[in-house]
């Protein structure tokens, strides 16, 4: 098929490991980043971030994005067309854009507290499918009349996380890959008592709040993978407004081989068998008694770990989800 992926795209987004994995299954793949104003510039940029943010250039960027589009998808006929949140595509280029194209659909991997964001729930009727990681949210959307909303879970590529060997500098006892906020971190000031390493940005947290355990920068791919394998311990929280499904931290840390502990979603026993394939707790007191049982029994601590990481080979890979998805709008 020919494939449109309209997303914020760069090393470890959504829009670049469906990018990977479509390739690998045979499709031709186009990217539009629909936060980058102009091609050769990164949407992470300065100026990039300064012509969507600021709001003399705000409305230029908009329309320059828009028009971009539009201008991409009538020269070309595609047979399927994934916009990932796109929360600056305007409902009109939406609507235009299906006579352009056989399917257009939504991924929507954020909370429901980001359905507010730009144009996102004024768009959503405007698409063949509209899916989203979390039952709640489904229920929600089609509680107001939005019958195309969907249920599709993330995924993680297992050529990325896959077992390794231990690294030196990046052993610990407990270890996390995320931003950190003031939610986030109120857990992880309950396990400073062990050497705990953190990676990802800061969220309105001052640097000395976190100076303990902060490794000052974010983490992505192989060496976010090689943290995963040298840690005894991979923490994993959910975003308070993530109800009813699962981050993709969940699939990634299995993925790596390494042994998981993590909180509590509506969702999160669907996917594993808690104890048996990963460790889930449900308040700061549960999480502080199993890090110290399981920091004592490594070969307890292995057999969850394998466990988990069979789990996810059969069904959570993005080769599993991507067949799901084709398997749902073919029949739709």
């Known amino acids: 098929m020919?494939?449109?992926?309209?997303?914020?795209?760069?090393?470890?987004?959504?829009?670049?490991?469906?990018?990977?994995?479509?390739?690998?299954?045979?499709?031709?793949?186009?990217?539009?980043?629909?936060?980058?104003?102009?091609?050769?510039?990164?949407?992470?940029?300065?100026?990039?971030?300064?012509?969507?943010?600021?709001?003399?250039?705000?409305?230029?960027?908009?329309?320059?994005?828009?028009?971009?589009?539009?201008?991409?998808?009538?020269?070309?006929?595609?047979?399927?067309?994934?916009?990932?949140?796109?929360?600056?595509?305007?409902?009109?280029?939406?609507?235009?854009?299906?006579?352009?194209?056989?399917?257009?659909?939504?991924?929507?991997?954020?909370?429901?507290?980001?359905?507010?964001?730009?144009?996102?729930?004024?768009?959503i009727q405007y698409y063949d499918h509209f899916f989203t990681k979390d039952t709640f949210i489904k229920k929600r959307l089609n509680g107001l009349g939005f019958n195309n909303v969907g249920f599709l879970l993330e995924a993680f590529d297992p050529d990325i996380y896959k077992p390794t060997k231990?690294?030196?500098?990046?052993?610990?006892?407990?270890?996390?890959?995320?931003?950190?906020?003031?939610?986030?971190?109120?857990?992880?000031?309950?396990?400073?008592?062990?050497?705990?390493?953190v990676w990802g940005k800061l969220i309105s947290v001052d640097k000395n709040k976190v100076k303990t355990f902060y490794q000052g920068r974010p983490a992505i791919l192989d060496e976010k993978n090689k943290i995963f394998n040298s840690a005894k311990i991979v923490l994993n929280t959910h975003n308070p407004f993530e109800i009813s499904g699962a981050n993709v931290r969940l699939f990634e840390i299995?993925?790596?081989?390494?042994?998981?502990?993590?909180?509590?979603?509506?969702?999160?026993?669907?996917?594993?068998?808690?104890?048996?394939?990963?460790?889930?707790?449900?308040?700061?007191?549960?999480?502080k008694e199993l890090t110290q049982y399981y920091l004592n029994n490594a070969e307890e601590r292995n057999k969850i770990a394998l466990a988990g990481h069979k789990r996810v080979i059969k069904e959570h890979t993005y080769d599993v989800r991507l067949k799901e998805l084709f398997r749902i709008i073919k029949t739709s």
């Open 166 to 197: 231990k690294f030196d500098e990046y052993e610990s006892d407990i270890s996390m890959v995320g931003n950190i906020y003031d939610y986030r971190l109120r857990i992880l000031n309950s396990l400073k008592e062990y050497n705990l390493k």
């Open 2 to 123: 020919n494939i449109l992926i309209v997303g914020f795209y760069s090393p470890e987004t959504m829009a670049w490991y469906l990018e990977r994995n479509l390739k690998k299954m045979g499709h031709n793949v186009d990217i539009f980043c629909y936060r980058s104003i102009f091609k050769k510039i990164s949407p992470n940029s300065i100026f990039s971030k300064g012509f969507r943010h600021l709001p003399l250039f705000e409305n230029i960027y908009l329309h320059k994005i828009n028009n971009t589009l539009l201008s991409i998808v009538r020269k070309k006929r595609y047979n399927l067309i994934i916009f990932l949140k796109a929360e600056t595509i305007f409902p009109s280029t939406i609507e235009n854009i299906r006579s352009y194209a056989d399917k257009i659909i939504n991924w929507y991997m954020d909370p429901i507290i980001g359905l507010d964001k730009g144009y996102i729930l004024d768009s």
């Open 254 to 287: 299995c993925g790596s081989g390494a042994f998981q502990l993590s909180d509590t979603t509506l969702y999160t026993d669907n996917l594993f068998k808690n104890k048996k394939e990963v460790l889930f707790y449900n308040n700061i007191e549960e999480l």
